[in-house]
């Protein structure tokens, strides 16, 4: 099991105001507001939104941020670090379900059935701003922007859901490893970060997991990549050489 599966402990929470007080914050002035918030908010209903984020909690890299099965009461957005979803299988095996960075959102899965479905997991020290659905269940009938935002964060998880189910049922494995780069590329610049060169939080482990790979092929295909000059891997620092050739490998089949 990897570092960041290994400690299961509860979350730290940080009182960063006197206990029992809401932490004031100010969602205007973060740096990931456009992920978080609707766009095209007027100043008066961001101040009302901001009233959804009741406080921040930090997480060192391994602890638990909610468990599969605990109940549902609060939706999470990631301030800053990374963190992973997982469920475990029938035969006690852990089954990493999705990875996660600053400016998503952690939790919707536990609307439905009022229960996490998943445990979520920090691979590194984070933070989070802890949001009660019911508040923003309140809110988003005064602030029609944030209903329509939530519902297009509900429609981009189901987008998601439908692209690991073809991601593992269709693709090869060199596929499955090409598409996660270019994705991880993809989300990394949309926060301002490199497009081409970033660190991998997760270990070769927990990938393999998630694309439904033997860690000795996660293995074997870094050093294809690196060896056919698509990537250049030092330890978890990856460099995208050639976007253009790992896009290539996602083509349709002759």
């Known amino acids: ?53 009741y406080a921040r909690r930090r997480l060192r890299r391994g602890e638990t941020l909610f468990n599969a099965g605990d109940e549902f009461n609060s939706v999470y957005a990631i301030r800053s670090g990374f963190f992973k979803t997982s469920v475990i299988d029938d035969e006690g095996r852990e089954q990493v379900t999705g990875f996660f960075m600053g400016g998503e959102l952690l939790g919707m899965d536990g609307i439905g059935t009022s229960r996490y479905n998943g445990t979520a997991s920090a691979l590194e020290d984070s933070e989070v701003c802890v949001m ?43 596929e ?42 996660v293995s074997r295909l870094f050093s294809k990549f690196q060896e056919d000059g698509l990537i250049e891997v030092q330890q978890k620092h990856v460099r995208i050489l050639d976007a253009g050739a790992l896009e290539g490998l996602l083509g349709p089949k002759n």
Request: hydrophobic share 40%.
């Open 1 to 53: 099991m990897s570092q960041a599966a290994a400690t299961k402990q509860p979350a730290t929470v940080v009182e960063l105001h006197a206990p029992g007080r809401k932490f004031e914050v100010t969602c205007s002035s973060c740096n990931l507001r456009e992920m978080c918030l609707p766009q095209g908010l007027c100043m008066e209903d961001l101040q009302r939104v901001e009233k959804i984020v």
């Open 132 to 174: 009660p659905f019911s508040l923003i269940e309140e809110m988003s009938f005064e602030v029609r922007p944030l209903q329509r935002n939530l519902h297009a964060v509900l429609s981009r998880e189901v987008v998601r859901d439908h692209g690991v189910m073809m991601l593992l049922g269709s693709m090869r494995a060199e």
């Open 176 to 217: 499955r490893l090409a598409a996660f780069l270019l994705n991880l590329s993809k989300r990394f610049t949309r926060r301002g970060y490199s497009q081409t060169e970033f660190h991998l939080r997760m270990t070769r482990e927990e990938i393999g997991s998630y694309l439904g790979l033997k860690l000795e092929t």
